[in-house]
């Protein structure tokens, strides 16, 4: 630890090292079915040790993305490289990688014991450390107890960890997860999420889970790859994705936002203001590229990053005036839904620090909305 | 227990009475009974008027001895050892060509299967006995296959098939296809894909994934199938005596014989109920492995 070079950071962040090799590659990959395409051109680099998450609404192409990896499907055009080796014409059995279904897909016919031992009979592991191995597997996801029942005999939370335990026994370079938590109810799903960020830090294995939950990929992936009709439309930490998405698609795929249509004013030193209805002032918000007066962007902004009050904060840069049309109630935060002049509806969201008796506003009030100017976004695709 | 549960129970109980216990019965008394020159051709018979007396007569008239005859001639055990040793090749015949006929229908596109279903079962629409005597004409010395081989120049001259155990095996096969395709269909449809994927993905190769999850997971089917075929091919009269000639031993014919040629009702109707104490051995553990799956799908 100490000839750590001074570089170095603690931060875990291949990605933004040109000198690091990725472990997986896509290069100008293909895929069509008949003439539906469903990966359209897609170049990606995940790199060892990763937890990459493919996200996207059904249909998106991450599955069959997360297939070719599994080698159940074969690109239609380009490459891909899994540690330098093209693997074009290697059968899934031959890969480094292993796989854990949707549906589990546990052998009902054998005990949990032997569909973890399942992938190591094949291989060319010793029988006598065979055992030993299963033993460990079990120990990792904590069912040594269950080891001689049937699948049909444990709950869907443990099913969904002999699934994982098959698939990791193997010691594979990979593991592809398909909505592996997606049968679950959500405080367990919840938990389990935090048990596979463990397990992936504990075995340092990479991880390439694929989910149409965007609150799964942020909580587990280090890196997220939002897809659209087969092309990625960003990629990047949870963080920037959240904070700083490239488009109205990531925007409001992940999380709540508000998406405010206008047209730029001026655009100075990454400011802009934006007018974006009339006889209304104009918003101050950082724009990533620089914009020319009167280009169409879009302003997004999450609504817990909207403070509501009563008057007009002396200081704020962007304060809007409206009318309280709805509250929504969730316990720990209340959404309000507030009406602007010209029949826009902005959602807020507001930590309940107070009990329900004390909330400040309600029906039909005015308010004054307020934001600062990083809090918005502008977006121009 | 409410009347009305009693009334629907009883239902199922009254036709197994009425069609399976009271038949029974009466081949049990007519296996004790013996050969008379009468009609009907046994002694004796029971006689409500005679009374309790007349009841205990008949009743001490009865008697084993037909059993015993059953074990001294050595014909029948020779029957019931060939019939037997003949269904249960027959069964391991009709699952080596059943088994991948089920698989290619599950297999199938799924826009395909309703076809495929239809043709395993289209043979039953004609009757069973026209489609035996049709394989007489196949199998016959100047029958279509011979002519066919001939033709092509495979044989020299005609080969012998009917009235041999090939022709018997031939039309049992045939005859019970569909009982053993469509439990083994059933079992191969529900099959989970993702399991031979799964498989695939643990370093199995597509034969090692077929071995190991496929044939596993079909055993219900195959059991099933197997006994469905095997039970009515132990009792088989029809195929070996249009088939089989006389050289093909096997009890239903003995039976037949016993009844029809020798009237002798009581030997017959002993050979029967030793052919159902032999055959409720595998029906039993048919049974109790049934109930042992829908146990486990439970």
Redesign the interface.
């Known amino acids: 630890m100490n000839s750590t070079p001074a570089v170095a950071t603690d931060v875990f962040a291949p990605w933004e090292d040109p000198g690091a090799t990725p472990l997986i590659r896509f290069d100008h990959v293909t895929k069509r079915f008949g003439s539906f395409t469903a990966i359209d051109d897609l170049s990606l680099d995940i790199y060892e040790r990763e937890f990459f998450a493919l996200l996207g609404p059904s249909g998106c192409g991450k599955t069959t993305l997360m297939r070719m990896l599994?080698?159940?499907e074969t690109p239609t055009e380009g490459l891909i490289t899994l540690g330098g080796q093209d693997l074009a014409g290697v059968?899934?059995?031959r890969r480094p990688?292993?796989?854990m279904?949707?549906?589990y897909?546990l052998?009902?016919?054998l005990t949990v014991a032997d569909n973890i031992a399942?992938?190591l009979k094949?291989?060319d592991m010793a029988k006598s450390e065979i055992a030993g191995r299963v033993d460990e597997m079990l120990a990792l996801v904590q069912l040594s107890k269950f080891a001689s029942r049937k699948p049909?005999q444990i709950s869907g939370g443990q099913r969904q960890r002999v699934a994982l335990a098959?698939?990791l026994a193997?010691a594979p370079k990979l593991l592809l997860l398909d909505e592996p938590l997606a049968a679950l109810d959500k405080k367990l799903r919840e938990e389990t999420q935090f048990e596979l960020m463990d397990i992936q830090e504990k075995l340092g294995t990479t991880f390439v889970i694929v989910t149409h939950d965007q609150e799964e990929a942020m909580t587990v992936a280090s890196r997220v790859a939002v897809m659209d009709h087969g092309r990625l439309v960003q990629v990047a930490t949870p963080e920037v994705i959240y904070e700083q998405p490239n488009s109205r698609y990531v925007a409001d795929f992940i999380g709540d936002v508000n998406l405010i249509e206008g047209r730029v004013l001026e655009c100075t030193g990454g400011k802009c203001r934006i007018s974006w209805a009339e006889g209304v002032d104009p918003v101050t918000a950082i724009a990533s590229e620089t914009l020319n007066k009167g280009d169409s962007c879009c302003i997004a902004v999450r609504p817990e990053k909207l403070a509501i009050s009563a008057q007009r904060p002396p200081d704020a840069v962007n304060a809007l005036s409206g009318k309280v049309l709805d509250i929504g109630y969730l316990g720990n935060i209340s959404t309000y839904h507030v009406g602007m002049p010209g029949g826009r509806v902005l959602k807020v969201q507001v930590a309940n620090h107070n009990r329900l008796a004390r909330r400040p506003f309600t029906w039909d009030d005015e308010v004054w909305i307020s934001f600062t100017e990083t809090a918005a976004v502008v977006l121009t695709s | 227990m409410n009347l009305r549960r009693l009334l629907l129970i009883s239902v199922p109980y009254a036709w197994l009475l009425l069609l399976f216990l009271v038949p029974f019965g009466i081949v049990l008394k007519i296996s004790l009974s013996d050969q008379a020159l009468a009609i009907p051709p046994y002694t004796p018979t029971f006689d409500l008027a005679a009374g309790w007396q007349g009841f205990v007569d008949f009743l001490s008239k009865l008697d084993f001895e037909n059993y015993s005859w059953l074990t001294q001639d050595d014909l029948y055990w020779k029957a019931y050892l060939s019939s037997l040793q003949i269904a249960a090749l027959s069964t391991v015949l009709t699952l080596l060509v059943g088994y991948p006929i089920a698989y290619g229908m599950a297999n199938a596109p799924t826009e395909w299967r309703p076809t495929l279903m239809m043709l395993v079962i289209l043979p039953f629409w004609t009757s069973f006995l026209i489609r035996v005597y049709a394989w007489i004409g196949i199998l016959g010395q100047n029958g279509y296959l011979n002519q066919l081989l001939l033709w092509t120049g495979v044989i020299d001259e005609p080969l012998v098939m009917l009235n041999t155990p090939f022709a018997v095996y031939i039309g049992i096969v045939y005859t019970y296809l569909p009982f053993m395709v469509l439990p083994i269909y059933a079992t191969l449809e529900k099959l989970d894909h993702d399991l031979l994927e799964a498989a695939e993905d643990l370093g199995c190769s597509r034969f090692q994934a077929f071995w190991l999850v496929t044939v596993p997971l079909s055993k219900p089917g195959i059991i099933a199938g197997s006994f469905l075929v095997f039970i009515p091919a132990v009792g088989e009269f029809v195929i070996p005596s249009l088939l089989g000639g006389s050289r093909t031993l096997m009890i239903g014919k003995v039976l037949w014989d016993e009844f029809f040629s020798n009237r002798d009702w009581p030997t017959a109707s002993a050979v029967a109920v030793l052919l159902l104490l032999i055959l409720i051995v595998p029906i039993v553990l048919f049974q109790r492995h049934q109930q042992k799956m829908q146990e486990l799908d439970a």
Do not use: E, I
Request: proline content about 12%.
């Open positions: 599994a080698g159940f059968p899934p059995n990688v292993n796989m279904f949707q549906s897909a052998f009902p016919h399942f992938g094949r291989s049909h098959r698939a193997k």
